[in-house]
């Protein structure tokens, strides 16, 4: 055998390798899907969980990234696996859509299914924003069959001294109740400089409890 053969059959090899799952702890792993990066418009730094769908969808967020400016104020995004196999192991990532700031940004928490089957989420900064919250106090979003709507803005209720009586800076999922209710608690804010707040859903009407 030539050494220039060799050498083409070794980088084939090595080729198919990398795209095999790997196993770590006895678990198969495979890398579907690389964020490109904080300046980019696919996203940076999934810092929240992904959620599945019963059509097989997976949907989450980025703290960074997406279409508005650089580094931008994060985004929803879905992926799409079509059961991936061994030759196969890459997913489809589709932008829902890139935060602009009016209507949040920096989401950290994954989203969450409503009882409606809507998607919901929240962000942790922009929207409302004052002298003790430069960086905004944060929102909260819902996703219908005619795309995506801001249904609050924390800061909205702010005591004689700017701060926020509703609370600011949620960075954990909302969480599905009773009676069609999402739960959810904030960084900041509050009567007692913490906040826990309810939102239930009315007709695409997202009311703090």
Not at 57 to 83: C, D, K, Q, R, S
Not at 127 to 136: C, R, T, V
């Amino acid at each position: 055998m030539k050494t220039g053969v060799g050498k083409t059959l070794v980088l084939i090899v090595a080729a198919i390798l990398l795209m095999l799952p790997r196993v770590r702890g006895g678990i198969l792993y495979s890398n579907l899907y690389e964020f490109a990066g904080f300046s980019t418009k696919s996203g940076a730094y999934p810092y929240g969980t992904l959620i599945q769908g019963s059509n097989g969808v997976l949907y989450g967020t980025t703290l960074e990234g997406g279409t508005n400016l650089i580094p931008g104020y994060g985004m929803v995004f879905e992926a799409t696996t079509n059961n991936p196999t061994i030759f196969n192991n890459r997913a489809v990532l589709t932008v829902l859509h890139s935060f602009a700031g009016s209507d949040g940004g920096a989401p950290y928490a994954g989203l969450a299914f409503g009882a409606d089957g809507n998607l919901y989420g929240t962000t942790a900064l922009y929207a409302i924003s004052n002298s003790l919250f430069p960086s905004g106090m944060g929102s909260v979003f819902g996703f219908h069959k005619t795309g995506f709507t801001r249904l609050y803005r924390f800061g909205t209720l702010l005591n004689l001294h700017g701060q926020p009586l509703d609370g600011a800076s949620p960075r954990t999922a909302l969480v599905s109740g009773p009676g069609g209710c999402l739960f959810g608690t904030t960084y900041n804010g509050g009567t007692n400089r913490s906040e826990e707040h309810t939102s239930e859903l009315q007709s695409r009407q997202y009311l703090v409890c």
